[in-house]
Nanobody, 128 residues
Framework: QAQLVESGGGLVQPGGSLTLSCVAS????????MAWFRQTPEREREFEFV??????????FYADSVKGRFTISRDSSKRTLYLQMNSLKPEDTAVYYC???????????????????WGQGIQVTVSS
């Protein structure tokens, strides 16, 4: 059973909106942080940090490139992570991954490798 399953991706026009979901029902640990990363076509070997949330109190942190346009949130009762994306730009085109990590797994939470689990990824394409 997959630990994290993303959904909600697709094709959207520039300026449009999209909401990604990540169900963590298969997670084998209690998340301390959950986050979104993305992999763009131009940088296939890099996983760019997008946003993260501290599961216990909802404290959020965003990359400068998405600040003011994207909103990360979680529903603890549904064990689901969300990413509301507004004012989308062509450069937001990427495969988006959600990730989760328990308390104490890593001293940092800036890279995908700092997280204990991540999903299979979902494509978001912003194009007219």
């Amino acid at each position: 059973q997959a630990q994290l399953v993303e959904s909600g991706g697709g094709l959207v026009q520039p300026g449009g909106s999209l909401t990604l979901s990540c169900v963590a029902s298969g997670l084998t640990f209690s998340p301390y942080f959950m986050a979104w990363f993305r992999q763009t076509p131009e940088r296939e070997r890099e996983f760019e940090f997008v946003a993260r949330v501290r599961w216990s109190d909802g404290t959020t942190f965003y990359a400068d490139s998405v600040k003011g346009r994207f909103t990360i949130s979680r529903d603890s009762s549904k064990r689901t992570l969300y990413l509301q994306m507004n004012s989308l730009k062509p450069e937001d085109t990427a495969v988006y991954y959600c990730a989760a990590t328990p308390f104490g797994y890593s001293a940092n939470v800036d890279r995908l490798g700092d997280f204990a689990a991540w999903g299979q990824g979902i494509q978001v394409t912003v194009s007219s």
